[in-house]
């Protein structure tokens, strides 16, 4: 038997291409599939779920997408925006995966990254982790990653940006 590594993203702020399935709360789900299927199948198996569109920059999200990411955040103004990686989380989901099919950790990660109002990451802060390599691996990931700095009252500033995941593996027959 061999282990399927998953990614659950549950956002504050999931790979080819695949915005499918509703769950029972009515929002799509986004699902990132693996480049190439398991041998004795031709079925791309998902490797990350998530409630936000993994291939759109934050001004591509949909006004639903912007308000369920600002409601991630207290306080924030009719001017306020949240930082977001500049091209998307396509990039960080698919290191995330490729992270998880090495590792093959089990449990939640809780981290954020201080974004400054140049949208650079200026620190990690690690809430929670199932393992200690993958919190040091996925800080130096978020660290790494540019974004869309956050704007108060419409003009750039320091602001943290959250990223939640459970990962899993799947027995596979």
Not at 23 to 46: Q, S
Not at 113 to 135: C, F, L, Q
């Amino acid at each position: 038997m061999r282990l399927v590594p998953i990614l659950n993203l549950a956002l504050a702020a999931v790979l080819p291409l695949s915005a499918s399935a509703q769950p029972a709360d009515g929002r799509p789900e986004y699902k990132l599939k693996a480049d190439a299927p398991r041998t004795g199948t031709n079925i791309l198996h998902d490797l990350i779920v998530s409630p936000l569109p993994y291939n759109k920059t934050y001004a591509q999200l949909s006004p639903d997408d912007k308000r369920m990411l600002r409601g991630l955040y207290e306080h924030m103004g009719p001017d306020d925006e949240p930082p977001f990686p500049l091209r998307g989380y396509k990039t960080i989901f698919k290191a995330l995966s490729e992270i998880q099919g090495k590792m093959l950790v089990v449990g939640e990660l809780d981290i954020a990254v201080m974004v400054d109002a140049n949208g650079e990451g200026s620190s990690v802060t690690i809430y929670k982790a199932p393992d200690p390599e993958i919190a040091r691996v996925v800080a130096t990931l978020m660290m790494l990653e540019k974004y869309k700095p956050a704007l108060c009252s419409g003009k750039p500033c320091e602001q943290a940006f959250p990223l939640r995941a459970h990962f899993s593996v799947t027995p596979r027959p």
